[in-house]
């Protein structure tokens, strides 16, 4: 069963942020955060992974809590383009399989 | 970044016959493959691990028999879906870990039609 909890649906307005959160509480020491996207018809495209601290990459900003326990993706400036399922998975680094659970679908619009 | 390439994108056929989906990596070696079925509205469900040289471990609910994989490379898994039925219709999607602490990367799965 996947260890995240996200909300089903979301919408964001074109040109602002979009921050999606995500529930992690029984996250284990050496468990990794990733984000991952699906657009419809395509396989999942990579977003973000941290450990501990916050991440930043050129499609995104990852910020995880301290204790753990959440995090929150960012995408500065939504477009068109970005409307997807959303998936949050933890996961040990290493050859371990990801589980994915249900995302956020975020929808953005004009 | 790695890159995953699965072919074909997209394949019909009757049904009783087989089909093989094959999923490289292009620029990294993959000692470990993955491979998952998705339902429309559904999430991705692994269905299986393809290991380069070993037996592939499946899930639970998976049929081996019915869902042959083979790893026979460090760029290559196939995956062959025996005497296909129209309950078998999917979306197949692999993925490989590019590399110790890199994330894993996915293909951009097999749409499956059986008639």
């Known amino acids: 069963d996947a260890k995240t909890t996200q909300p089903p649906s979301m919408d964001c307005a074109e040109g602002r942020a979009a921050n999606l959160p995500c529930n992690h509480s029984t996250i284990s020491g050496n468990e990794y955060v990733y984000w991952y996207r699906q657009i419809h018809s395509q396989g999942p495209q990579y977003i973000i992974h941290g450990l501990k601290n916050n991440e930043t990459n050129e499609m995104a900003s990852l910020i995880i809590t301290e204790d753990r326990k959440s995090s929150t993706l960012i995408l500065p400036h939504a477009t068109l383009r970005d409307t997807a399922v959303y998936y949050c998975i933890v996961s040990h680094s290493g050859n371990t399989p990801l589980v994915f659970g249900k995302g956020t679908r975020l929808s953005v619009i004009a | 970044g790695a890159v995953v390439s699965q072919h074909p994108s997209w394949v019909i056929c009757k049904s009783g016959t087989s089909v093989k989906i094959e999923c490289r990596s292009l620029?990294?070696?993959?000692?470990?493959m993955f491979w998952y079925r998705q339902f429309p509205k559904q999430s991705l469900m692994l269905m299986a691990t393809s290991n380069e040289g070993s037996k592939a471990t499946y899930e639970q609910g998976v049929e081996k028999d019915k869902f042959l994989i083979n790893h026979a490379s460090l760029t290559l898994s196939t995956l062959t879906v025996t005497s296909a039925h129209p309950e078998d219709s999917s979306f197949y999607i692999c993925?490989?870990?590019?590399?110790?602490?890199?994330?894993?990367?996915f293909g951009d799965g097999t749409r499956l039609s059986i008639l």
């Open positions: 993925s490989a870990r590019g590399g110790r602490n890199q994330p894993q990367h």
């Open positions: 620029d990294f070696q993959a000692t470990t």
